[in-house]
């Protein structure tokens, strides 16, 4: 005989379903309940294409007030364009209202959306301007979203109005992409994955309890960011408009300027400036939040960010020595400035690196391949990965030599698990395979060896610029739909692929789990 719960245990379970099933009466009460949604367990696309919607819209506006008051060229498109954008996000705001608990699997294809309807009106807005045509127009728009410093328009014939907007776009890929750390991982990892991916017990968990509280302080930390570099270029000597477009640039680790001379039309101080943005950018948000609370020791220990110094220094160092000819003030600022444009992979240059001997530029190729930290705007295979690899490799030729010995992978003196282990191995095996295809791609458009190497590894890292002869290669549309393409991979495709795989080794392993204590 079945015996029925108590009275106090059966009204609870009432209130939870009914919670769980709450509807929400649109504005003007019961009378048009036949269109009640259900928020709990909701689609969270509809939100996040309202959402682009808007953002887009006002973006777009602000661009085309600057350009009325100042060059009056295009002004009437962007005014256009922003405003109708602005009306249909009006017209669906009812329609995308953010669910109170999104489902799995609602989650990337929302992001994927939201990525792409980005591009979309980004190249609507390129192509209706005057020197831009439609692929010109679609490659600034993937390389805004992605942070990649490819460009195929020349900066100085951009309109305030283009130009804002091309910055703005890499600014706000920037900020969707650590925003999209902080729902993916958590979503489809467990804590335990998170932690390790951006840093045990890190710095996410210390953002607050929930996502939302979370990305609310990462959206103020990065713009805070983006307002100090702003300012110090501003104090440097660079010019108001310069700089804020060039804060924008910096914090997102974008790479796009307002002049065809890059940083080599500035002096020495807006250089140094651009040096400590770039490195703080490629630190991440997310560091610069532990480093403000009561857990700054940490950054000491940090193997991420060891690595980031460390390789950074040795690397600037040896560059400066290869140009010591220059002087050594000038050779110092070259070697600080190339590394940490590598290293955060921003894409900055100060006067080019093809007079970097072969050398300096095979480590500037280790840096960009390397990439900045986890939870950052910047791209690349990860200082975190890289150790864990290392030491995977080692603890691999000792159990060759030694058959019964036993190493633990650790980061920052914590254990590593296996699952993550396995995954980090996954992502190497397809960052060397994706490298190599767009290695061999870049080949057939008229790239040579190292250009083709190097332009590969970073586009795949949103990089942009590379070595060897690439810039002058025979088909040059081929070699930035390359790129981009790569970029885009690097961005949406691989990533969604490692999250994939973790998410299949851990359902495997609950799934073990679970027999074994049956």
């Known amino acids: 005989m079945t015996s029925l719960p108590p009275p106090s245990q ?9 919670a769980r099933l709450r509807v929400r009466e649109p504005r003007g009460g019961a009378t048009g309940g036949k269109h009640r949604r259900v928020l709990a367990d909701d689609s969270l696309l509809p939100s996040l294409v309202v959402r682009t919607l808007a953002i887009q819209s006002a973006a777009i ?10 060059d009056a060229r295009d002004q009437a498109q962007l005014l256009l364009i922003g405003s109708t954008l602005g009306a249909v996000a009006f017209v669906l705001r009812g329609w995308g209202r953010e669910p109170r608990r999104a489902r799995r699997s609602t989650v990337l294809p929302g992001l994927a959306a939201m990525w792409s309807l980005t591009v979309l009106i980004a190249t609507i807005v390129f192509a209706a301007s005057d020197p831009i045509n439609l692929l010109d127009g679609f490659t600034e728009a993937v390389a805004g979203i992605t942070t990649l410093a490819v460009t195929s328009v020349d900066p100085d014939q951009l309109s305030h109005g283009e130009a804002l907007y091309r910055s703005l776009l890499q600014w706000l890929g920037g900020l969707l992409m650590i925003n999209a750390v902080l729902v993916i991982i958590p979503t489809y990892g467990t804590s335990r994955s998170a932690r390790e991916e951006l840093g045990p017990g890190g710095a996410m968990g210390r ?3 929930t996502s939302s509280r979370r990305s609310e302080v990462v959206n103020m930390l990065y713009a805070a960011l983006t307002l100090v570099i702003g300012v110090g270029y ?7 408009w310069d700089s804020l477009n060039h804060a924008l640039t910096t914090a997102s680790t974008g790479g796009f300027t307002v002049t065809s001379e890059g940083f080599a039309a500035y002096g020495a101080a807006v250089q140094w400036v651009a040096v ?4 703080l ?6 560091w610069i939040a532990t480093a403000a609370g009561r857990d700054s020791e940490r950054l000491f220990r940090a193997t991420e960010l060891r690595f980031y110094a460390v390789l950074t220094v040795i690397v600037a160092v040896i560059i400066a020595a290869g140009e010591s000819g220059r002087g050594w003030s000038d050779a110092t600022r070259e070697g600080f400035f190339s590394a940490t444009s590598a290293v955060s992979t921003t894409g900055f240059t100060a ?11 095979m480590l500037l190729l280790l840096l960009f391949g390397v990439g ?6 910047g791209g690349g295979f990860g200082a975190r990965r890289l150790s864990a690899l290392i030491q995977m490799a080692g603890r691999e030729l000792r159990t060759a030599l030694h058959h019964r010995s036993v190493t633990v992978v650790r980061v920052d003196g914590h254990p590593i698990s296996e699952p993550l282990l396995d995954r980090i191995a996954a992502f190497a095996a397809l960052y060397l395979l994706v490298v190599g295809i767009g290695a061999f791609g870049l080949a057939m458009a008229g790239a040579d060896m190292l250009g083709g190497v190097s332009g590969s590894i970073s586009a795949f890292s949103t990089m942009g610029p590379a070595f060897g002869q690439l810039t002058g290669a025979e088909h040059p549309e081929a070699v930035r739909l390359i790129q981009i393409s790569l970029a885009v991979l690097a961005r949406a495709g691989l990533f969604t692929l490692t999250v994939g795989l973790a998410h299949a080794a851990q359902s495997v392993s609950d799934a073990a789990s679970k027999g074994r204590s049956r």
Do not use: F, H, K
């Open 10 to 18: 059966a009204r609870a379970e009432r209130r939870r379903i009914a």
């Open 61 to 70: 506006l602000v661009c085309g007030v600057v350009e009325a008051a100042t």
């Open 207 to 209: 953002l607050g309890a």
């Open 234 to 240: 501003a104090i440097a000597g660079m010019p108001a």
């Open 276 to 279: 400590v943005g770039m490195a």
């Open 281 to 286: 950018a490629g630190i991440g948000v997310m």
């Open 351 to 361: 006067g080019g690196w093809d007079n970097i001997d072969l050398l300096g530029q």
């Open 372 to 377: 900045a930290a986890a939870g950052s705007a």
